[in-house]
């Protein structure tokens, strides 16, 4: 490999430990890489329940348009080449996730959210809440998602939309909450 001078990748794999007492690090994992000498990476794991969780690692800067089962917790950092992504919990996301997913993923234009738990955030007051907008965003998959989600990218005093056109969703629960 000594002719090759510049590796990117991009790994997810799920973590399942035989135990509920082991948690490995992000540290840990990115150790792992520490001897590469093609450039820098970063690490982003999620604990999905007591011997669970879905670890990425990547090189940086990321080159590749696709991120998959994100959670609340990812890196402070830009991903502007992600044009896919989906974003995966078993705690809910509230109106601050989302403005972090707008800020940190510029580009996007397929979004796909899974999470059954409600919002707890008080965004009804619309003086408390900035209005989040996804200015590329064409599709949205909130099929597996709880309702206040569905009111969160719906109702235009939380989440401006202005290039959506596919939208996947429950329809009894768009119905309901678009009251029509």
């Known amino acids: 490999m000594s002719q090759l001078h510049t590796f990117n990748f991009y790994i997810s794999t799920e973590i399942r430990f035989n135990h509920t007492g082991f948690r490995i ?9 520490s001897n590469i000498k093609y450039g820098r990476t970063a690490c982003i794991l999620n604990y999905i329940g007591p011997t669970e969780s879905i670890c990425h690692v990547y090189s940086l800067p990321l080159a590749f348009t696709r ?7 990812f890196p402070f950092i830009v991903f502007d080449t992600v044009t896919h992504l989906s974003a995966f919990d078993f705690v809910s996301f509230e109106h601050e996730f989302f ?7 510029p580009l996007l234009k397929h979004f796909t959210v899974r999470n059954r738990h409600m919002q707890h955030g008080n965004c009804d007051d619309n003086s408390l809440c900035l209005v989040i907008e996804f200015t590329y965003l064409i599709s949205l998959n909130i099929m597996y ?12 005093t939380k989440t401006r939309l202005p290039c ?3 939208l996947k969703g429950d329809y009894r629960e768009l119905k309901y909450v678009t009251m029509n």
């Open 67 to 73: 991120l998959e089962n994100i959670s609340t917790h």
């Open 25 to 33: 690090s992000s540290d840990d994992i990115q150790q792992t890489f």
């Open 145 to 156: 998602a709880e309702k206040s989600y569905i009111e969160q990218f719906l109702l235009e």
């Open 164 to 166: 959506l056109t596919h």
């Open 99 to 105: 403005m972090r997913i707008s800020q940190a993923f």
